[in-house]
């Protein structure tokens, strides 16, 4: 199998043939967005496939947020536009933990790492992110180690 990039434009071939123009329009986005992040810095390079998954995890960070904000000024078909442009795009995200998952590698993170107390929080949520390494959303993980520290 190619990597995740090669997977999306393959993906965007077929959703252009099939003239489905609400997964054509997202993928076009998420490969905008890839591009974008591919040209940034000194020299343009290709990504890796932990990269393009974190473009993605972005992406759809971004639809959550404006979904949200278009249910909350009334605006329920765009709510609902946003929402199905973030399932496109799940498609491509590492499968998401639970809550009691996230509480148990948590868990596991912080004794491995020794750490106890909000000073040390810094530090432990590096530790839980690596852990995590992108199955969840970094604000679900910053409060499970919160109320483990806390």
Known sequence: MGTLKDRLNDDLRTAMKGRDELTTSTLRMALSAV??????????????DDEVTAVLTKEAKKRREASAAFAGAGRADQAARENAEGEVLDRYLPQ????????EIVAGALAAGGFSG???MGPAMKAAQAAVAGRAEGGRV???VRKQLG
Do not use: F, N, Y
């Not at 998401?96 to 509480?103: D, F, G, P, R």
């Open 96 to 103: 998401q933990l639970s809550a009691e998952e996230i509480a």
């Open 142 to 144: 910053a409060a499970e």
């Open 118 to 120: 909000k000073a040390q």
């Open 35 to 48: 591009r974008t992040a591919e040209v940034s810095g000194d020299a343009a390079r290709e990504l890796t």
